[in-house]
Structure formats: structure tokens, C-alpha cells
């Protein structure tokens, strides 16, 4: 008998007598929940936003871990330079490593002379400290506007190669009483450093800076 259709007796029929066949109305289709698929859909976006954030996020964060517990020291002798220890020098690099603490937050910081035996006029300040920073360029950006403050400020500011510890390092040029220098620094999540360069060009500054960093910087 098809689905759609059924044979009835009247009421008042007889035996023998024809049967009537009636259509059978279909029953009206019943809405299926949504909740399942509204559950499931939201799950996938819910997912793949996690997993966008992961892609995203994953390479700072793991920056951000190797490179937040910083240590700075100032070796006797580094990147063939010679620290300086006599009492001039010290009240130098001491005076500028006291406005330094004074302008930022910082956990620990330092400031050393170096002299180049070769030449003794190319000596080397370097001025820095430690923090968790979690903008460096900021930062170091400040640092170089620190010189704006204090010293005719420093032109052609450009970011150049950060050697093996990473971050960012950045080196200009600046007049100073004894002529024109180059001026670069480094900043990564951990540390922040200025190093001044006197009768050296910015290549030559920055290719420094990196030697001095190896063996200045160091992360546990």
C-alpha cells in the first residue's frame, strides 16, 4: 500500500460494497536541533583562532623567554679593547650611567670605558643595563634620545646588523667636542646598551658594538 494513501469502510458500508480511498495528508517535517552544528561550528572558529594566535605569537614569546634573563658584566678586556679603570675614566662613564637609572626602569645598570690600544683616542663608552623590556626598539629609541637631552643629538639613525644575540641594533652619528662620532646601541627583551665611538665610522662602530655585546651580554 503506498505511504500516501489508505482504504477505508464507510461507516454504513456492507460487505462487498466499494471501499473509499483517501489521500493521507504528509506530516509536516520536524525541524532537526542546530545546537550540534552551531556547537561544532563554534569550536572550529574558536580553534583556528587559538591556533592563528599560536603561529603568531609562538616566535615572540620564545624570544621573549630566551632572551628576559640578561646579565650584563664589563670584562677586563673585550672585543680587543682594554677597560679603563683609572679615576677619570670611571667618573665619565659613572656620570652617564647615573642619568641612564635615572630616566629608565631598570633592574641593574652600567657604565664602562674601553680603550683601543692601538689608537688611544678611539676609546669606546658604553652605558646600559637590564629589565624585562617588551618593546626594545621603543626603548632603544629612547636611549638615543637621551644624547637629544644632553648632547647635540644624533642624525642618520638606522637599524644595521644585530649580530648572533638578536634584537635590535641600531647606530648614527653625533658632533662632540673633539669632532664628529658614531653613536649605536642594542635593546632585546633582557638588556638596553648606548655605546659611543670617537674617531670611528658607523660600520666600524657597529661591528664593535657586536664583539663588545658577545662579551659583555649574557643570558642564562
Not at 30 to 59: C, D, E, F, I, Y
Not at 153 to 165: F, K, P, W, Y
Request: glycine share 10%; charged share 20%.
Amino acid at each position: 500500500m503506498d505511504e500516501q494513501q489508505q482504504w477505508v469502510r464507510p461507516e454504513s458500508a456492507a460487505d462487498g460494497d466499494v471501499l473509499i480511498e483517501l489521500p493521507l495528508e504528509p506530516a509536516p517535517p520536524v525541524a532537526k536541533p542546530r545546537r550540534r552544528r552551531v556547537t561544532t561550528m563554534t569550536a572550529v572558529v574558536v580553534g583556528s583562532g587559538v591556533l592563528a594566535a599560536g603561529v603568531t605569537m609562538g616566535p615572540t614569546a620564545m624570544r621573549m623567554l630566551a632572551q628576559k634573563d640578561a646579565a650584563l658584566t664589563t670584562p677586563a678586556a673585550a672585543a680587543g679593547l682594554v677597560r679603563d679603570d683609572t679615576a677619570q675614566a670611571v667618573s665619565t662613564a659613572e656620570d652617564l650611567r647615573s642619568v641612564v637609572a635615572a630616566r629608565f626602569a631598570l633592574d641593574t645598570t652600567l657604565g664602562v670605558i674601553y680603550n683601543d690600544p692601538g689608537s688611544p683616542t678611539r676609546t669606546v663608552l658604553l652605558v646600559g643595563g637590564t629589565a624585562f623590556l617588551g618593546s626594545p626598539a621603543d626603548d632603544l629609541d629612547s636611549l638615543f634620545q637621551l644624547l637629544d637631552d644632553t648632547a647635540g643629538g644624533v642624525a642618520g639613525i638606522h637599524e644595521v646588523d644585530a649580530g648572533s644575540l638578536g634584537g635590535v641594533v641600531k647606530c648614527g652619528s653625533a658632533d662632540s667636542a673633539d669632532g664628529a662620532m658614531s653613536v649605536c646601541g642594542w635593546a632585546d627583551h633582557g638588556s638596553l646598551a648606548l655605546s659611543l665611538f670617537p674617531g670611528r665610522d658607523v660600520d666600524d662602530s657597529a661591528a664593535v658594538l657586536r664583539d663588545l655585546r658577545t662579551a659583555i651580554e649574557h643570558r642564562s
